[in-house]
């Protein structure tokens, strides 16, 4: 297992344009997080689940923003109507079970223009 | 609602000299993680304290849990360029929001040669 897997590293999108990302976690772990970073800043809290189960969606996640992990293994994280406010780098970061240690991927930096 | 301060949010030093950056909460954590970050990427995994009064050190990187388990510390000596980066700390506490895992705003330290 090479750790966890984000895809596309990159996406720049015109403003109102739908975009998805995809995370791989590792293998056998049961969470899953989605964060968002801006420039210089720490990571913000967007979402978790627990196996297929989203347990908790941050107030950041607008209704324009949606993820999913259908089997418990990848997830997937839409925005809709992308805004240029939307820019940021998204983060997916896996744990075993609650309070293990997360592991990062390297991201997706999305740029709307 | 739990939250971990990071100091200093900004950090800029000569290669060769010594600095500390602290975590601390009023709240108690299980355990905590600290990160390094690269411009572009993931944060990558540093260390997990678990115990209070716990000290872990990695080369030249030292890092201190307090004894309440409410802060921590990372020492760095003889900095070098390569140190440069976002460093985050992460705790853990069961039960709490965001799936259990909160994250400082990281301090961002710059090594000049």
């Known amino acids: 297992d090479t750790g966890v897997s984000q895809d596309p590293r990159h996406k720049i999108t015109k403003r109102g344009q739908n975009v998805t990302f995809r995370c791989d976690p590792i293998s056998e772990h049961n969470r899953l997080y989605w964060y968002r970073q801006t420039l210089g800043q720490g990571p913000e809290f967007l979402t978790y689940f627990q196996n297929e189960a989203q347990l908790e969606k941050s107030r950041l996640l607008s209704d324009r923003f949606s993820a999913e992990r259908p089997k418990g293994s990848f997830s997937t994280l839409e925005i809709q109507r992308t805004e240029q406010g939307d820019s940021a780098m998204y983060l997916c970061a896996s744990s075993l079970e609650e309070g293990y240690v997360a592991f990062f991927g390297q991201g997706t930096r999305l740029t709307v223009v | 609602t739990q939250l971990l301060e990071q100091s200093p949010q900004f950090l800029s030093i000569q290669e060769g000299e010594n600095l500390t950056v602290y975590c601390n909460s009023s709240?108690?954590?299980?355990?905590l993680q600290w990160y390094r970050q690269e411009p572009g990427e993931g944060p990558v995994l540093l260390v997990t304290?678990?115990?209070?009064?716990e000290v872990k050190k990695l080369k030249r990187l030292t890092f201190q849990f307090g004894d309440a388990r409410k802060d921590s510390s990372l020492h760095i000596t003889a900095a070098q360029p390569g140190d440069t980066g976002l460093y985050l700390c992460a705790g853990v506490n069961y039960g709490g929001s965001q799936g259990n895992l909160i994250f400082g705003k990281g301090t961002k330290l710059s090594v000049k040669p």
């Open positions: 709240s108690v954590f299980s355990s």
């Open positions: 304290v678990v115990t209070g009064g």
